[in-house]
């Protein structure tokens, strides 16, 4: 026998529908749940709705395999022949993070066809991947926020099986998994649970009406993305979930839906004996996400922090528009270094509001995910533009070395490591010819307001913007993005084995800076950069015994000063 349910509390008749169009009645089980047994059930199936005899798929269907707007399959997750039964996981604190998109990692765009380049992510010094969401969409290929199947791995980059050959593989070379999921909102297309029941509330953010987390039925829809969570972490063995955009999950209720999700990671990273890590995306600056249970706080591990980003990104580009403008001086990359969060409580230009509220100083700074880039900051610009294409080679390592020195968890997006020249553009493959032309034209005006003319902005449903995104991994054949990759290397590698660089207690940090320079103290390793066009003498807060790393020649250190030329940063051993 089999065993089908599903949760409809307002439908009066809800029947599954197998293969060779044969339904059967379902009863109603406690707490608006429906349930019937079948013999000799096949793998696909349906559910039909009141009277309607239009079939929908599962709302926690395992697998997806004809597309979201197909029968549901079932999945047998113990099936799979597992070979990380060594696996221990990975820790947040002291890990560096890769985030990259499975559709555009690789020219094939498959789970399978990412793991040939693992061994690359092994040589860079990388401790964790971060997937972009690969839960089901409809169309071939997006960034993967439209994704409607909370429970299903996309089937065109390898369905379920595709993404356990890839964690399996990940492990064995000693790497970890995190997830970026989406509970915020569904997509425009295939997003069937809420005719099943209340998963939407009246409210809407950014991307259409939100989750419904604390109206009637609630209680249910909050398992829905509990359990959702939970699988992901125990199922398919993933280390960790970056939680997108938690600023966009309404939530009055007495224990917020993150403190459950904390709870419960809690309890299965305890019965599982091995780390899991809760990411929280957020513009929120508020320290609860971070701060512990037991302090008052919800209890995440980390969250983004865009304030890092915007602070480096302003300084090496001189780009103030948006909301860039309250940043840009290395007194704000300063303030940034040592409190974590520059809006903390302050006023935002850009909101034209008093924004955040600082951290405390016994936080560590591993609690706060910072980038130079990331999928957002590059996507998100009109012509998918990465740093690369607006900085000298030598600015892009003095960015790098202020990342990944910094008291923070440091990420890179995928390419970075060698200044990819390939843009990462918003793409999207929606089918439905009505939503191509919204979401074209949303696009459009959207950049129009900022000044950008139409046909400088790429057409997201163009084929041809979906494949200049991808990496081209003939590029690291060229010396000068050969000579990038070198030196990511090398610099992750001393911060491996300099444990100054990876102290994450943000208190014990100390900037300094003057004329277009800057010294930052991590105990007994400065790290120096001039941002000049000009080299210039800077003098250092004790006696250099050596320098254990330069962006560029010519740097020289007379015992308490260094010497850096234009445009250089350099790690200098006291």
């Known amino acids: 026998m089999t065993e089908f349910s599903v949760w409809a509390p307002d439908a009066t008749r809800v029947r599954l529908r197998l293969a060779g169009d044969t339904d059967h009645e379902m009863h109603t089980a406690a707490d608006g749940w429906w349930q019937v047994d079948v013999p000799d059930a096949g793998p696909d199936y349906s559910f039909l709705l009141n009277d309607d005899e239009t079939p929908l798929p599962d709302p926690r269907s395992p697998w997806q395999?004809?597309?979201?707007?197909?029968?549901?399959?079932r999945y047998d997750h113990a099936a799979y022949a597992w070979s990380d039964s060594a696996?221990?996981?990975?820790?947040?604190?002291?890990?560096?993070l890769y985030e990259l998109h499975i559709g555009t990692f690789t020219p094939d765009g498959t789970f399978d066809a990412a793991i040939d380049r693992l061994d690359h992510l092994v040589s860079l010094g990388v401790d964790l991947i971060e997937l972009l969401p690969i839960n089901a969409f409809n169309g071939e290929h997006n960034w993967g926020y439209d994704g409607v199947c909370w429970y299903a791995p996309h089937e065109p980059y390898g369905g379920p099986d595709g993404l356990k050959r890839f964690v399996d593989a990940a492990h064995a070379r000693g790497l970890g998994v995190i997830l970026d999921v989406v509970y915020n909102h569904f997509g425009p297309s295939g997003a069937y649970a809420p005719q099943f029941g209340p998963y939407l509330a009246e409210q809407s953010n950014s991307w259409g009406r939100s989750v419904n987390l604390d109206g009637p039925h609630s209680d249910e829809v909050r398992r829905y993305i509990i359990d959702?969570?939970?699988?992901w972490l125990r199922d398919y063995h993933v280390d960790g979930l970056r939680l997108d955009a938690v600023h966009a999950l309404p939530d009055s209720r007495a224990v917020p839906i993150l403190e459950e999700l904390a709870l419960a990671v809690e309890s299965l990273s305890t019965h599982l004996g091995r780390p899991l890590?809760?990411?929280?995306?957020?513009?929120?600056?508020d320290p609860r996400l971070i701060t512990p249970r037991e302090a008052g706080g919800f209890g995440l591990h980390a969250q983004w922090n865009d304030d890092a980003h915007h602070a480096l990104h302003t300084l090496l580009t001189g780009e103030r528009q948006g909301y860039y403008g309250d940043f840009g001086s290395l007194e704000t990359l300063s303030d940034v270094l040592t409190g974590g969060f520059f809006h903390a409580g302050t006023w935002s230009s850009f909101r034209n509001r008093h924004h955040g509220r600082p951290l405390d100083s016994r936080v560590p700074g591993h609690r706060l995910v910072a980038y130079l880039q990331n999928h957002d900051q590059i996507g998100n610009r009109a012509t998918g533009d990465r740093i690369s294409a607006s900085l000298s080679p030598s600015l892009l390592r003095v960015g790098a070395v202020l990342l990944l020195t910094a008291p923070f968890t440091p990420m890179l997006f995928m390419g970075e490591e060698w200044a990819a020249s390939t843009p990462w553009q918003f793409f999207t493959s929606h089918p439905e010819p009505e939503l191509a032309t919204a979401v074209r034209n949303g696009r459009r005006r959207e950049f129009a307001s900022h000044g950008w003319p139409e046909g400088d902005v790429p057409d997201p449903q163009d084929p041809e913007t979906f494949v200049r995104s991808r990496l081209d991994w003939?590029?690291?054949?060229?010396?000068?993005?050969a000579s990038v990759l070198s030196f990511y290397q090398r610099l992750i590698a001393l911060r491996r084995s300099t444990s100054d660089l990876s102290d994450p207690r943000m208190h014990e940090v100390s900037v300094q800076h003057g004329d277009q320079f800057l010294v930052m103290r991590r105990g007994d390793t400065l790290v120096v950069a001039n941002f000049a066009g000009r080299g210039q003498g800077v003098s250092l807060p004790g006696v250099a015994r050596r320098v254990l790393l330069a962006t560029g020649e010519g740097v020289t250190v007379m015992r308490d000063r260094i010497q850096l030329p234009a445009e250089t940063a350099a790690i200098v051993a006291l």
């Open 474 to 481: 003939a590029e690291l054949d060229k010396p000068e993005h």
């Open 228 to 231: 959702s969570v939970l699988m």
């Open 87 to 96: 696996w221990t996981g990975r820790q947040l604190p002291g890990s560096i």
């Open 65 to 73: 395999p004809a597309g979201v707007h197909g029968p549901s399959r």
């Open 277 to 285: 890590s809760l990411i929280a995306e957020s513009d929120l600056n």
